[in-house]
């Protein structure tokens, strides 16, 4: 509960940092140079961090908190930091001092005043990147210590103080000269994400020392972890970046607007893919006895999960397509955000929802290969997705448009949906890898048959009402669209199809 609602809370303060952004800049050039420069230095946090940390270290730390061992607990804690203090130190400079080389691999498609302001941005904000990976260390701690309220939600720091930088600088200043100050304020609100974290740390960890121990066991156990789950998060993290790649080839906005629909996209994947894959990894990795009874276990979690996940999951997918201009108008139109950029977002919004479910129901799958202590096959299938995302990702974005007739912008949501259908790709690859390992799972065909019949019927009523009523402010065209919507899918669905435990 702590989890979710720390993460229910930094992603509303990103919901509230997006709309001020939007409000300033809209879908212009400097709103893109700005998306794509986070995208850069990101890499590195996304690489050493939260993840990555979580898979290796915590293990290790937690049990030697549990077996009392609390002197070696700090050696190693203080072990890691040093190592990763270093590591993302030199790839902070390395950022910064290459920052125009990677202007050009990320984001080809920037030229003149565009990409300059794209390399000034990035190596304001590759520091930043630095103290987040830190901050996920202090998460790493927090965490085995069962705090995890605090390292969750301090991410509204971040965000809080990129809307401050916005506020403050108000909008008389030009766009490009606001771009530099929302890049300062985020290295300042990635300060006061690891300094608020550090006294509780310290307090918590009072055997903490930093030093370079490499020669202590339970340090190396770390390293050997690190590698397997480093190489998994760095394919993840590349496919993101193909995406604002592609983006960036086309016309001003894309990357943007790509950026603005994964704020509202990544809700229902963090708040319940997340959230209930997170839950099942202990209790699918708790099962014990024979193969067939830890088989039997599996099965059984699995059908809960996936039930789960599906009931708030699928009425996500169906709104993105039905009512994602009402939502993203709802988030982000104001000042410079105009009702013509709610109607882009929505675009590639609809483009999400086609793997919305097989993003979320895969994290599930590959928890369950993680609990039979098995990476390599989630990796395998990850490595294919990417790989798929790009191929028709290129011809859905770049080719198509042109084929068709419409305009080069519209690309982006060709991006969203192949990025889709390769979610489903992977999706169906582990499900027949699991099912060969475990047995077969049982179907959830007739009741996410039922859950899409009612959200599709919620999402028209919404759609009816909301167009009786024009003429609203987004905000109330939002409320009399999404709460029919949400009334009628509750009502068809019942308490007996509501996910079971």
């Excluded at 790493?140 to 401050?164: D, E, K, T």
């Excluded at 060969?436 to 799972?441: H, L």
Aim: charged share 15%; aromatic share 10%.
């Amino acid at each position: 509960m702590l989890v979710a609602a720390g993460i229910f809370l930094s992603r509303i303060s990103g919901l509230v940092r997006d709309r001020v952004f939007a409000h300033y800049f809209g879908n212009s050039a400097a709103a893109d140079a700005f998306r794509a420069a986070m995208r850069i230095p990101n890499f590195l946090q996304n690489l050493f961090g939260e993840g990555v940390l979580s898979a290796s270290f915590i293990p290790v730390y937690a049990g030697l908190l549990a077996r009392e061992e609390k002197e070696e607990a700090g050696r190693v804690a203080g072990s890691v930091f040093a190592i990763l203090a270093v590591v993302s130190s030199v790839l902070v400079l390395l950022g910064v001092l290459g920052a125009p080389l990677l202007i050009d691999v990320i984001a080809p498609g920037f030229h003149g005043d565009k990409r300059e302001l794209t390399v000034t941005l990035v190596r304001i904000l590759f520091p930043g990147a630095g103290l987040l990976v830190m901050s996920a260390w202090c998460l790493g701690i927090l965490n085995s210590h069962r705090r995890f309220f605090l390292s969750y939600s301090v991410p509204i720091l971040w965000n809080a103080a990129i809307v401050a930088g916005l506020v403050a600088a108000g909008s008389t200043a030009a766009q490009s000269r606001l771009a530099v100050v929302a890049a300062w304020a985020s290295v300042a609100g990635s300060a006061a994400q690891f300094l608020v974290q550090l006294p509780v740390v310290i307090r918590l960890a009072p055997s903490l020392r930093i030093a370079f121990d490499l020669g202590l066991g339970s340090v190396r156990t770390v390293l050997k972890n690190f590698a397997p789950v480093f190489v998994s998060r760095g394919v993840v993290q590349l496919s993101a970046y193909i995406d604002s790649l592609l983006a960036s080839l086309l016309p001003d906005g894309a990357v943007s607007g790509l950026a603005y629909a994964q704020t509202i996209y990544l809700l229902p994947v963090s708040l319940f893919g997340m959230a209930v894959s997170a839950s099942e990894l202990p209790e699918m990795s708790s099962a014990t006895g024979s193969d067939d009874e830890v088989a039997a276990h599996l099965r059984k979690r699995l059908y809960s999960g996936l039930r789960r996940i599906s009931f708030f999951v699928i009425p996500s997918a169906v709104a993105f397509l039905v009512l994602g201009d009402a939502i993203a108008g709802a988030i982000y139109q104001s000042g410079k955000f105009t009702r013509a950029d709610a109607m882009y977002v929505w675009g590639i919004l609809a483009g999400s929802a086609v793997g919305l479910l097989a993003s979320t129901g895969g994290r599930l799958y590959s928890s369950a290969f993680y609990a039979l202590k098995d990476t390599k096959t989630p990796l395998r299938f990850a490595v294919l997705r990417v790989t798929a995302t790009t191929v028709l990702g290129y011809l859905c974005a770049i080719p198509l448009p042109a084929l068709i007739g419409i305009d080069p912008k519209w690309g982006v949501a060709g991006l969203t949906a192949s990025a889709g259908v390769s979610g489903w790709i992977e999706f169906v690859l582990l499900r027949r890898a699991l099912t060969r390992r475990i047995g077969a799972i049982p179907s959830l065909a007739g009741y996410t048959s039922r859950l899409w019949a009612a959200a599709l019927a919620g999402a028209a009523s919404g759609w009816v009402i909301r167009g009786a009523l024009p003429g609203l402010h987004p905000i109330l065209t939002a409320c009399v669209a999404l709460v029919p919507f949400g009334g009628v899918y509750l009502a068809l669905t019942g308490r007996e199809n509501w996910p079971q435990r």
